[in-house]
């Protein structure tokens, strides 16, 4: 079978973080208009931390830690910010925060509640931006949640699916040939089922409640999905 030519590939790379400490859980996200990359892992020292880097330089702009309750870093990046999302597990319940940094004057955030119900058991969360806003769903109290940060790195809506659990895993993805974007959050409930709902990326409401994906199922530790023109693959 024919197809075609090898294409040569050249790859570069530079080190973000040069010391004697491990760094796990990586994540990172890319602002274009400041050509900055946010990257978050947990630092065997420091813990929950953060490192913003020049695209064009590879210099570092900015380097932090969270305080030491906050577990399970991840990064965004949505209008003109670069967003740390983390979970807080000091508080009882947990509570999710985040943490904006301004691309033109990047300076170490000061924290934000997205919601003081997280799972204490199972904080899982996920993450997606779509048309300049990000979508972020998590295992509450009884619930899965959904909340949405528009560009101004401002939380403008929340969202509540009762009765339902996501201990296992939970993902977030979205179809943005829709309009309004279609937001889709499948999850594993940690015992038999995957299951997922879709909500109007406008003001969250549900387009389809929770439904069953798969039933009988066990073991899972990641849900992903892929959505486009209204069908989805999961």
């Known amino acids: 079978i024919e197809k075609g030519a090898f294409a040569p590939v050249d790859i570069s790379t530079s080190p973000v973080i040069a010391d004697n400490n491990e760094q796990t859980n990586q994540d990172s996200a ?10 978050t892992y ?13 695209a064009n330089t590879g210099q ?6 969270l305080s030491s309750q906050y577990v399970k870093p991840r990064a965004f990046s949505v209008g003109n ?19 904006p940094i301004l691309i033109t004057s990047p300076a ?13 058991t199972h904080p899982n969360f996920s993450g997606i931006v779509s048309g300049d806003t990000l979508y972020l769903s998590w295992n509450g109290v009884s619930t899965v ?7 101004e790195a401002t939380l403008q809506g929340l969202a509540i699916q009762n009765n339902e659990v996501a201990a296992g895993c939970i993902n977030v993805f979205a179809d943005d040939t829709q309009t309004p974007h279609h ?3 499948a ?28 039933a009988g199922t066990r073991g899972i530790i990641n849900v992903s999905g892929y959505a486009r023109n209204g069908a989805v693959n999961i």
Do not use: C, K
Not at 81 to 99: E, M
Not at 145 to 151: G, M
Not at 191 to 207: A, M, P
């Open 60 to 65: 570092q702009v900015l380097r932090g830690s």
């Open 108 to 120: 170490h955030p000061t924290v934000m509640v997205v919601s003081a119900s997280v799972s204490q």
């Open 42 to 54: 947990v630092d065997s020292s420091r813990g929950s931390s953060y490192v913003v880097v020049d």
């Open 30 to 39: 890319y602002n274009s208009n400041g050509s900055l990359y946010l990257h």
């Open 183 to 185: 937001i889709w959050t």
């Open 145 to 151: 949640r959904t909340a949405r940060i528009d560009s």
């Open 81 to 99: 910010y670069l967003i740390v999302v983390a979970v807080d597990n000091s508080s009882s319940p947990f509570t999710l925060s985040y943490f």
């Open 187 to 214: 999850y594993y409930d940690g015992t038999s089922e995957i299951r997922y709902f879709v909500q109007s990326g406008l003001n969250l409401g549900n387009i389809l409640a929770p439904t069953s994906f798969l």
